[in-house]
């Protein structure tokens, strides 16, 4: 190349750079809220799109069938149970990511949760009162979970194996468990085994279906919030991730709060999978939990890891979910259009953060010389 | 003999999909990405494939070879795309890896359902699946070799995407260790502030890295419908085989050649059932040792904390030059 | 001089978030120079180089080379410039190997082949007289070795504009004597050096010119042999230093912390410390010199309970001879039990026997200050977790180097950044954010932190306020021994100035002070004495009152065969 060329192509190089990007120090509460929901009402507008172009049918009318699919009459209970479900493992996945631990295995420690329900009640639905057979549920619930917890906790803390894809693994090993059950439960070779084997595990409260689960979740909730905000061991938990240096200079055992969350992390895990099959389903299959473990990992990190904030994500979600699934329903379309809808959401979401953590200078001066 | 070249080439035929998902998550990790899309990719690519195919079925003038061509570029096509959706956010925009890859999973299956029930519905079929038989034969052709007994049975019994998997390996194998590219990527993958420092363009190579990656896996999920499956879809049919791809990367620790006997382990394993007499209660035992193994593999790594058998250094992490 | 101009900077600007980091430089590079950029921590030096080595891009301003403007927009375009910066962090790939290093990231067009690579880099190193295994992997390598490697990526790359960022910083004397003559070599073959420094002993020996910045902007250019030490040393600081530290005299010393013998090694294998002996007294500032890296991180932390040691004994005196004992430090148990032991006596001087009486009758005596201490009290650190310390009652406070990495957390407020030391207190199992909210209070208003309300994130703040927050509450508990690490580091002069305060303000209290520092004045001005460590060793302790900086120095850059020599022949 020669002089001239090279001066050229720096030329060119000099006017690409009208984009520049900082990092943000400071934003305001209000404009983060609007960059999201500027995000969020792109993507609604999207999805509009999209359906419009698989239906036919006019704007106005998906939106409407999406808010009666989710809010509609006798849609309600099911909508608030779907949110406090998803809730519930989003809250179990939080404390482990606030200390940075990338515990994506929630899927497989609230399946194993399940499926220990599942073997009480299948053992002991009809020797049990209730009163007995719901907490012998809950403990072996809580206790498979926090099983499921700790294994991969135990390994990071001592031996920092990637904790990201050993989760990832035992969420298959706790599936395949789960089929192993259904083999020996069931010899009918069925996929999934029901209330017919189970019992009907959790009496409802107050006679109403579900509530039991919602009251739950909602305890929950704030006491993770005090938690995770107010106690010594969330306090714990934040040094730990934001800066294990600092942690040990401090004198926290890292290793300890590690295993420790992890626990909680597995047993909150356990408690879904108890509420899912004890309280709800009544039933136990590999897709008992049908990925609520992994969409969880995305609502708590849109919540910015706040039990208060994910209630939102969470609604945002399972509003999407149940108004697609609506909209497939009466339009014809297959069930997974609502899993496009949430991908879809979820990459705008994901997106805007980028505008929230930097600032973009567009350079006027260098692009007129263009 | 027989039942052991039978055991030999279906245990190929399981490992296929996943030696391309983990040739082509092997190449992105070592960008330093950790793309949990693929199993979603996985999904995107194959239904493109079917897509494309069902198409040009369509037409008048059909000819097998075209029909490969149509739905091996659909399939690159539609799993390029999707790559771009996750380079975009997590190079790009810096988004957390994780999270946009398990979104990408998310939206990849639904994807490949949702076209796949739709086109199920198209051709009003009576059973949940769609069949492409003119175009899965071309793609499980085989050649006159695989008549040869047993020894044909077991090396030569297979349509040609089982030895464009093997070669793609052998190819990024090379790429990755005897090329000036391929240090580079390596560069990027263990440390981004360095390569960036020593001229890489990191930008250039993630995605480089990210949308290859993704275009070999889709191919896996291609051959699952048009080979393994014979041209069929069915709806979820390809199951969890995209997480058993990541799986492999770890157990052959980040090395493609290695990846060749993983994946064919994994595959026997798979399938392993099938020829011991069990009592069915055992499948499911059977299935779970590929992950047991895959866990040990992980654990043994670490605790012998060989320099050279970790993950790159920078996985899972996105890079902005300007931090500090 | 009629000289060819290299590279020009015009009106260069930086800034990050709320930090002007480069505001308005010019300056100008002649080919067949070594230029010294010359600033104090902090002054904006290794920003600048780094826009001409297109790691950040200027907010303003224009770079032109060879008369031409360019946009080093990328490290790539630097090169393509045959602009090469060694940075002081070794920009490194740990599991590649010397000529992958080298080779990394030229596109020359030519077929990769690492054999021919490796000829042309042995063919350097034959040239140029480094000792290198071309096939040797990077985390098997000395420091020394990995910046021979970054300089060899230099050279490898043909590059004419050379920048090192404070290469001499992890050198010994005589790899810093070769690392000149190589210099040397390469500008009688044409090449502009530029070297980031705040050493001025090296300013004056090596370069031809010396452009001086403070808080980043560039203070003036002039030729080495028209200047002197003096007349750098005011432009880089603004004003005639004169070190006003009020020194008081040492009053009633007593040992307070003692370290024996102290063995370590690093995961990486090496000896970091190495027979390390010392006492700490009540009432002094211990001064600890030495070049970066010689131990001083490690041995604070083996200190703090942070580092795992091979041997060696760290032995804390609480000082208690004739002192009553009390229920802050002992339990009725351990009370009862020392008394057994006849550790204790009436103030008439009578031996203390506790058998027989009831427990409320000795928790009176206590209580009254009846009892009291033969000796004073000795306890073992050597082992002990810092939470481990804390529970012995020993108040030992550390300023670490790592500020926000170590001592702080960055996206906590001010308040929660108090409680780390004090979050446990109390049997609650919630914390109480009260107390630190008034802590922190206080220390921004007497230390004068500048910070929007207590809820602000500290790494928002800047480095003089961080560091205030931190050393204010590292004192808040009253420590008996306080360790600091480069506090002053990246300070203006006002803040460095109230954290030398704050440290005589300790030493008058009776605190055993340690104090790492990298400035000689400060050491000299502020200390009673200064231990010098070089390589990890101690090379010796001197009177801070009557030593000079040369002999400091000279201790520093010790070779270790001479080190215990003289050490001995200084006694």
Known sequence: MNKEEKAVNSEKKQRLQWIHITKRDNITFWQGILIRAIAILAALVLCAIITVI???????????????????????????????????????????????????????????????????????????????????????????????????????????????????????????????????????????????????????????????????????????????????????ISVVGESENTARYVGINVKKVIVRTMILSGLLCGLTGFLIVGGAAHTISENSIGGQGFTAIMVSWLGKFNPLYMVLTALLLVFMGRGADEISTIFGLTKSFSDIMTGIILFFIIGCEFFIRYKIHINRRKKEEV | MGTFAAFFSRAIMQGTPLLFGAVGEIITEKSGNLNLGIPGIMYIGAISGVIGAFFYEQSDYYIPAIGVVIALLSCLLGSLLASLIYCFLTITLRANQNVTGLALTTFGVGFGNFFGGSL????????????????????????????????????????????????????????????????????????????????????????????????????????????????????????DRGWLAIAIVIFALWKPVLAIPASYLFGALYILFNYLSLPMSMIPIFQMLPYVVTILALLITSIRNNREKQPPAALGLSYFREDR | MNKQVAIELKGISKHFGSIQANRNVDLTVYRGEILSILGENGSGKTTL???????????????????????????????????????????????????ENIVLGIED????????????????????????????????????????????????????????????????????????????????????????????????????????????EHIGTVETKDTTEQQLTEMMVGRKIVLNIDRTQVENPADRLLVVDLNCTNQEGAKVLDHISFTARSGEILGIAGIAGSGQRELLEAIAGLQPLDSGEIVFIRPKKNLPVSFYHKTLKEVKHLAAEGKFHYEDGTPVDLSGKKNGEIKKLVND?????????????????????????????????????????????????????????????????????????????????????????????????????????????????????????????????????????????????????????????????????CGGKVSGVVDARSATKEEIGLLMTKSKQTTEQEVSAHE
């Open chain 1, 54 to 236: 698989f239906t036919g049918a006019n704007p106005i009318s998906v939106y409407a069938t999406m808010i009666k699919g989710a809010f509609g009459k006798g849609r309600l209970l099911v909508t608030i149970h779907s949110l406090a479900i998803l809730l519930c493992i989003s809250l179990a996945v939080t404390p482990a990511f606030r200390m940075r631990f990338w515990n994506i295995g929630a899927e497989g420690q609230a399946l194993v949760g399940g499926l220990a329900t599942a073997i009480v009640m299948y053992n002991f639905h009809d020797k049990l009162p209730a009163g007995a057979l719901v907490p012998l549920m809950l403990v072996s619930a809580l206790l498979a979970g926090a099983a499921w917890g700790i294994i991969p906790a135990i390994f990071k803390a001592q031996w920092r194996t990637n904790e990201t894809l050993f989760t990832l693994m035992m969420n298959y090993v706790a599936i395949q468990l789960v089929k192993y059950f259904l083999k020996v439960a069931d010899k009918t070779g069925s996929n999934t085994v029901g209330p017919s084997l189970l019992g009907d595990g959790i009496p409802n409260l107050f006679g109403v279906q579900y509530l039991f689960n919602i009251v739950v979740v909602a305890v929950l909730t704030g006491l993770l919030y005090i938690y995770l905000r107010y106690s010594k061991h969330g306090y714990e």
């Open chain 2, 120 to 239: 199920i519905k198209v051709t009003k079929s009576e059973v949940p699946y769609l069949s492409l038989a003119e175009t899965g034969s071309a793609f499980s052709a085989t050649t006159p070799l695989a008549g040869l007994g047993w020894f044909g049975k077991m090396f030569f019994s297979y349509g040609f995407m089982v030895y464009l998997a093997i070669l793609l390996a052998v190819l990024a194998s090379i790429f990755l260790n005897r090329t000036r590219a391929g240090l580079h990527l390596r560069a990027v993958g263990e440390n981004p502030a360095t390569a960036d420092a020593a001229g890489i363009n990191v930008t250039k190579h993630k995605y480089f890295a990210t949308c290859a990656g993704g275009m070999i896996a889709g191919l896996g999920g291609l051959y699952f419908v048009m080979d393994y499956m014979g041209g069929i879809w069915a709806n979820d049919g390809f199951g």
């Open chain 3, 49 to 99: 180089m780094n826009m001409i080595a297109g790691i950040y891009y200027p907010d303003a301003g224009e770079i032109f080379i060879d008369g031409k403007p360019v946009a080093i927009q990328s490290p790539k375009d630097a090169f393509d410039h045959k602009i090469g910066m060694i940075h002081q962090h070794f920009k490194l790939i740990d599991v590649f190997n010397a000529t």
């Open chain 3, 109 to 216: 067009g030519g077929k990769y082949n690492l054999a021919k690579a490796e000829e042309a880099v042995r063919e350097i190193t034959e040239k140029y007289g480094f000792e290198i295994n071309p096939q040797k992997k990077i985390y098997d390598m000395a420091v020394s070795e990995k910046q021979t490697v970054e300089i060899l990526k230099v050279l490898y790359r043909g590059a004419d504009i050379l920048i090192l960022d404070e290469p001499t910083a992890v050198l010994t004397p005589q790899e810093i004597k070769k690392l000149f003559n190589v210099l040397r070599a390469m500008r009688a073959d044409g090449k502009s050096i530029i070297i980031i420094t705040h050493k001025l002993n090296e300013v004056m020996e090596i370069s031809d010119r010396v452009a001086v910045l403070r808080k980043g």
């Open chain 3, 369 to 533: 200050g009846k009892i009291l201490f033969n000796e004073d009290e000795v306890m073992s650190l050597r082992d002990k977790t810092p939470l481990q310390i804390r529970e012995l009652g020993v108040r030992l406070s550390f300023v670490p180097e790592d500020r926000l990495g170590m001592g702080l957390v960055g996206n906590m407020d001010l308040i929660d950044n108090m409680m780390l030391r004090s979050y446990r207190k109390g049997n609650s199992i919630l914390v109480n954010r009260k107390p630190p909210e008034t802590l922190a209070d206080q220390i921004v208003k007497s230390l004068e932190v500048v910070t929007p309300d207590l809820h602000t994130p500290v790494r928002k703040l800047s480095g003089g306020n961080v560091q205030k927050v931190l050393v204010g509450r590292e004192i808040s508990s009253a420590p008996k021994v306080l360790m600091a690490a480069y506090p002053v580091r990246g300070l203006d002069i006002n803040s460095s100035y109230l954290i030398y305060n704050l440290l005589n303000k300790q030493k008058e209290d009776g605190t055993a002070v340690i104090f790492v520092g990298e400035d000689l004045d400060v050491l000299l001005g502020l200390c009673d004495r200064i231990l010098v460590l």
